[in-house]
């Protein structure tokens, strides 16, 4: 089944220095971007990270700093990307948890202040794992019928990813709507406010911190109660991006 879109999505796929998203950097970058008339834009680019490829990480994407060396950094090619992402859905593989965490970071990191709060995000390992849980190439085999060739590939999975969301649409039609908001809504896992998931909103739509002592508390009432705590998170290890929430939040609360 052909995905029904209303504005453009981006399938995307990232290898990486490594798995923490706040520190580690993309060695290499693939996208499909799919127009609501089905027109494809394919792009798939190595990027020179500027540290130290590890050597466990290049066992499993096979990308090594000799691959990398003459590449174009993040900084080179963060604005051609924002074009690309902003304004449009976003599909990945586990992109909610790590990709799009990660790829946001980036961005912030050399001052680029993307805005996704318009994007739909859909996780297609989210759907699979709430239907069927297993790997994308188990779930590339399950759904399409073919064995993922090269995996790890950025550009083989990220075209995985996208064949395997259009047959789930076709194996399950009473379960999934072919709507890019119902699938985004179906493979959250969490509602989360910040993308990774240390604010989520509760049941009422109240923003809530999601770890450490202060978990299920609203933040509103931590604003009230330890406004010392907000300058620690901009003093800490956290992602750019969980950073900015926390102090768009203390404005917000700090003003009622």
């Known amino acids: 089944m052909k995905l029904q879109l209303t504005k453009p999505i981006v399938f995307f796929d990232l290898e990486t220095t490594g798995v923490d998203t706040t520190n ?3 060695v290499e970058l693939c996208y499909i971007r799919v127009e609501p008339n089905g027109n494809e834009e394919a792009r798939s680019m190595r990027i020179n990270p500027g540290v130290h490829i590890p050597e466990e990480a290049s066992q499993v994407h096979g990308i090594y700093d000799e691959d990398v060396k003459d590449c174009p950094t993040f900084p080179q090619v963060a604005p051609m990307l924002k074009a690309v992402f902003e304004g449009s859905d976003i599909a990945g ?3 909610n948890h790590f990709d799009v965490p990660m790829l946001v970071q980036e961005f912030l990191s050399c001052g680029i202040d993307i805005d ?4 739909r995000l859909v996780d297609v390992q989210n759907i699979y794992h709430k239907l069927e849980r297993r790997t994308l190439s188990a779930a590339y085999l399950f759904y399409c019928g073919k064995d993922l ?14 064949e395997v969301l259009e047959a789930q649409l076709d194996r399950y039609p009473d379960v999934l709507k072919n709507d890019v908001a119902f699938l985004s809504d179906f493979s959250r896992r969490s509602n989360n406010v910040d993308f ?3 604010v989520v909103y509760d049941d009422n739509g109240l923003e809530v911190i ?7 508390m609203p933040v509103r009432d931590i604003v009230r109660r330890d406004p010392g705590y907000f300058s620690w998170i901009q003093q800490s290890d956290f992602p750019l991006n969980t950073k900015r929430v926390f102090e768009q939040l203390r404005l917000k609360y700090a003003s009622r």
């Open 24 to 26: 580690d950097h993309i």
């Open 93 to 95: 593989f586990n992109s």
């Open 116 to 119: 996704l709060s318009q994007s």
């Open 149 to 162: 060739e090269n995996a790890h590939s950025a550009l083989a999975d990220t075209r995985a990813t996208y």
């Open 196 to 198: 990774a998931g240390r």
């Open 210 to 216: 999601n770890f450490g002592k202060y978990r299920n």
